[in-house]
């Protein structure tokens, strides 16, 4: 209620971003587009959907039937679009594919049928949709954030585990660290990735923010963080419920919520009536799937 007007809704601030991001590619590119095309979480509802068309139309923008796209969707003409000469169903031939969605704030899965017609043209069926599940990096953020990087706030601090109440943790601790967090998070990834190729050992890999962060407290005084590190033991520690095959349902704590990201796939493979070695392909999008340990975790489970 305290926003300026034209900030007040979801679908208000939505267009904002729309009208910025259509105005930066009319930059690059000055011809008018002649289409185009938003995509949305597949496990959107109704009302999701038509806030993010009430933000097109507040952009300026026109998004007519059949344009408002299921991400996974999108992530699979986009696929496609990149690899036109990739044959992926032989005529007589049917395939299943399962395209796995992970990214900040949501995880889609998505299940499609591929086959082909006589003159060997791709022909895709659509066969479930997971529902929505609370479930992204930003909550493997969060657990690395409560899980591990307070307890070293709070020890260089000088301050005891009851100093902190709930309200300054959420609303002043969390926006001040969290991105300290994601970048722990992205530099060990990277290095995880880096060392499974060249068959490297793991478990001696680290991650460290070589830099002081200051969180300035609403009452005066500020909390600091000095070069936070996060190892590959750690790491995988936290890691263990979002990868768990068996773990599908929610557990929460005060701060922050796991969720295995089995919980969507087995939601979409129980719609369809399939089995998860009757996966053909698996096709990974979203930046969460950059976790080597996300991947890994798949390629077991769909393994067929």
Known sequence: NMAPSGYRTAAEVSGH??????SAAMKENIQASLRTTVTVPASFQAAQREDTLKAATLAGLTVRGGDLLDEPVAAFIGYLAEHPDEKLVEIGETKNLMVFDFGGGTCDVAIFRLSTDLAGSLMIA???VSRYNRLGGGDIDQAILYGHLLKQILEENSLDRHALDYETKKNVLEPAFIDVAEQLKIGLCEKIAQAIASDDE??????????KFVCNLPEGGTLTLTNPALNFEVFQGILEPFIDEDLLFVRETEYFQTLSIFTPIQDALGRCSLQADEIDFCLLAGGSCLIPQVGIALEGALDN
């Open 17 to 22: 971003i729309l009208e910025f991001l259509n």
């Open 126 to 128: 659509s066969l479930a």
């Open 202 to 211: 793991l478990f001696e890999l680290s991650e460290t923010c070589h830099k």
